[in-house]
């Protein structure tokens, strides 16, 4: 049987670099619309990642960055209503400015359906978030390349709980031995490792290079492409400089 069967794809960060530019700008935009005068400079957002899930991590500024704040109303819904339209201004922005797919994301992708290996996404971020970027970066139908789409609050417990790899490896009917996972974070490595993942390639950016990635089964700073090498910070260097199905396969069990 080959290996890997599948590969389990990461969005935010890993598919490509959305955070700063992407969801942090629709945050702001809708805190804004909102009245706010919340603004999440790239710095002070550097620290928000650390809590994974659009929703959880406004909760996390109110209750750490502004204590203060006074609501009268029902604050879950708040937070839900000030996410729900977060997430618009993300789809919007993905349609206006198209934030690029990293290099070699849409070489492997490609490979990977050529060669008859499943994909699949696992993601802390919304199905529509999901589908906005897919759209705005890949073929007209390209979300159908991907088997199971795992999103958002399919799952009870975000990154770096488990909950949606083991989630999106039940629905492809696949043990965690038989995939590669591909992220960016340590919350996503240990969202992976802890559903039974034991091959985890990590491609860092520019929030996440300072992280711990002993875990990891191969870190690079991209994935490399035509004209673009694929730098190894941890695990073997590829043979034609740049990741692909049969650097994955050397990485198998
Ligand atoms: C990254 C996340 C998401 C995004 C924001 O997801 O943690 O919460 O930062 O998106 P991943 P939402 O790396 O797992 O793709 O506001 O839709 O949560
Ligand atoms: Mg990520």
Redesign the pocket.
Known sequence: MTWPQALIF?????LAD??RDG?RV??NRAFADAGLDWVWSVEVYARL?A???????IRHYLEHFRPDFEYSGDRVAFVAAL?RA??EY?MALMHEQAIPLRPGVKRLLEEARRAGVRLAI?????PE?VGALLESTLPAGAIDWFEVIGA?DVVPN??PAPD?YTWVLERMCLNSDQVVAL???T??LDAAKGAGIGCVLVTVNDYTAGQDFDAATAVFDTLGDEGSQARPIVGPAPVGDVVDLAYLHTLGP
């Open positions: 990461d969005v935010d960060g890993t959305t955070e969801h629709a945050f990642l809590v994974t899930g659009g929703k959880e991590r996410h977060k997430t993300y696992a993601t802390t971020t919304t978030n958002g975000k990154k949606i992220e960016d974070s919350h996503g």
